[in-house]
């Protein structure tokens, strides 16, 4: 029996069974190829993939390294550790990536981002002992080809007066289903009015805090409210905005050297088009191996996370060229060496017909209208450069399930996947609360019973013992396990779970899916609470397990 982690049936429950439980590891090695169990691990295995990654990159052109170095000068993020890395990245990177979301997005991101700094410099420490090796580059997509959506333009606050959180949501339906790199930035009247609801729902919390600490916090409401000024008024589009937010943040405040990669870049749309034009080569192989790896998954009993392929499907959107609608291809197969690919703009009316050679497709003059769908997004970028390492999310390890091994099918390394540990944390208002109804005998996590098990990790870390260590992670992570069905009338215990949990809705469960990373950073301090996800990545920790973060 496989061991939940907040995953139900999903593909993500069997990586997570072998990664950190060490069971049906050679079932899940079937999809995931080689799984990690720790991050040194990781970086053994990506190393080992380094090779074969090197294989299917295109050569690493003066002119996109430029176009890097340009991109993150303009924004005033191109420290000398990012004018090294971008130098550097032909020999390999660690890279995750994450959607463009109003404010910034989710806590999650800055974890993603701190675990592939981590393997990095894991990396660096690696190759500092063995000439053979070069450190890998810590890389992060700012995704800006998705299509304008509800969870794009939503942020989730926590609170102070009830348990469904406060959303501060942008209108973009004049451009649903473009691209968001079309967005705009916000206008200045609808910043002010959102940073006028965040400061009163902090203020309010901040309230809550007893009186010799509340100055501690009010000045990280304040720090974090001119940091988002400086960011979003030197942005020209949204998608600017949110890579200034994290740019600024990880480059130069806390200088970590993370390259951002921002997909609608012309010279990286002209490489990663490399990587469509050999996915429609081997696509009937690419598309069977997907369904199988689906069949395969049902008969675990497990479910699939993207649908069965048909024959006609193609794996990349096309951006209309007139109003930048997103469309989706069907491929009509002409003779045994030509099909073409059709679609039509609902917005414009235009019918698009891109005739194919299966032997030799040729797509450069539709390269800078070409984005990827989630089958071809990891292979686009392993056009650009060699990914011996991907840090993910449950939703990208469950879908890469399927698509993994057809990676493998069509000739197409794949990378070593890291699921990220999945962070909870602690506020004072989560504190306080949690506090009033453990003293009625409720189940909270600020309780005796789960601070042992804190202070057990502390001590199996000291003493650097491997089955130790893990065997405290296993026990947190089950304590924070079960959470998960905690239900209940009481709405102080509904507001608690709600506030320490992300619990706002039936379908969320955990803070660091929900609330937006500003939440972390006014609890734990803008640099801070950063470097705290870091210190807690240098131990080495097991692959795929959750974590209490204590901010302050």
């Not at 304008?148 to 609170?159: D, G």
């Not at 235009?350 to 989630?374: C, G, K, M």
């Not at 390394?413 to 009625?440: C, H, Q, S």
Request: aromatic share 12%.
């Amino acid at each position: 029996m496989m061991n939940g982690l907040f995953d139900d049936d999903l593909p993500v429950k069997l990586y997570s069974s072998a990664a950190f439980w060490l069971k049906a590891i050679k079932e899940a090695e079937n999809f995931y190829g080689k799984i990690p169990h720790t991050l040194e691990d990781a970086v053994e295995l990506g190393y080992r993939n380094l090779s074969e990654a090197n294989a299917f990159v295109q050569p690493f052109s003066k002119k996109l390294e430029q176009a890097l170095i340009t991109w993150h000068k303009d924004r005033g993020l191109l420290t000398e550790k990012v004018r090294q890395n971008i130098s550097r990245m032909k020999e390999g990177i660690v890279i995750a990536g994450q959607q463009t979301t109003i404010f910034g997005g989710v806590g999650l991101i800055a974890n993603k981002i701190c675990c592939t700094k981590a393997l990095s410099t894991i990396s660096e420490e690696k190759a500092e002992k063995d000439d053979s090796k070069n450190p890998l580059v810590p890389a992060f997509i700012v995704n800006d080809y998705d299509t304008v959506q509800p969870e794009l333009t939503v942020a989730h606050f926590p609170n102070p007066s009830s348990e469904k959180g406060t959303p501060i949501s942008l209108d973009l339906s004049h451009i649903n289903d473009r691209a968001i790199n079309i967005a705009e930035r916000p206008t200045e009247d609808w910043f002010k009015d959102s940073l006028s609801t965040i400061d009163d729902l902090y203020t309010e919390f901040i309230h809550s805090v007893p009186k010799d600490r509340r100055a501690v916090f009010q000045n990280r409401l304040e720090e974090l409210k001119s940091y988002l000024k400086i960011t979003f008024f030197s942005a020209t589009s949204l998608t600017d905005w949110v890579g200034r937010i994290w740019g600024l943040l990880m480059n130069v405040l806390l200088d970590l050297g993370i390259v951002f990669i921002p997909p609608s870049l012309p010279e990286i749309r002209s490489v990663k088009v490399k990587a469509f034009e050999y996915l429609l080569k081997h696509l009937d192989e690419f598309i069977a191996a997907e369904n199988r790896a689906a069949e395969t998954l049902e008969g675990l009993g497990l479910t699939p996370t993207l649908y069965r392929r048909s024959g006609d499907y193609v794996p990349f959107f096309l951006e209309c060229p007139n109003d930048k609608y997103r469309l989706e291809l069907t491929r009509n197969n002409q003779s045994n060496n030509q099909s073409v690919l059709e679609g039509k703009c609902p917005v414009c009316k235009t019918d698009y017909e891109i005739a194919v050679n299966h032997s030799n497709p040729d797509l450069t003059d539709w390269a800078q209208f070409l984005s990827p769908r989630v089958d071809s997004s990891q292979i686009s970028y392993q056009a650009i450069a060699p990914i011996p390492i991907r840090v993910s999310g449950p939703g990208e390890i469950s879908y890469y399930a399927m698509v993994a091994p057809a990676f493998e099918a069509i000739g197409i390394p794949r990378p070593t996947f890291v699921k990220y540990t999945r962070m909870f944390y602690n506020t004072p208002w989560n504190e306080a609360l949690g506090k009033t109804i453990d003293e009625k005998g409720v189940k909270t996590i600020h309780c005796s019973d789960f601070f042992k098990l804190l202070g057990q990790w502390v001590k199996a870390k000291k003493r650097g013992n491997t089955e130790e260590f893990l065997k405290a992670n296993r026990d947190l992570t089950t304590y924070l396990e079960s959470f998960r069905n905690e239900d209940t009338v009481n709405p102080k215990v509904q507001r608690y779970l709600s506030w320490q949990f992300g619990k706002y809705t039936e379908e969320k469960f955990a803070q660091e899916v929900s609330w937006s990373w500003i939440d972390l950073a006014i609890a734990g301090g803008l640099r801070e609470f950063a470097q705290t996800i870091l210190r807690f990545y240098s131990e080495n920790p097991p692959v795929g397990g959750a974590f209490f973060l204590n901010l302050y």
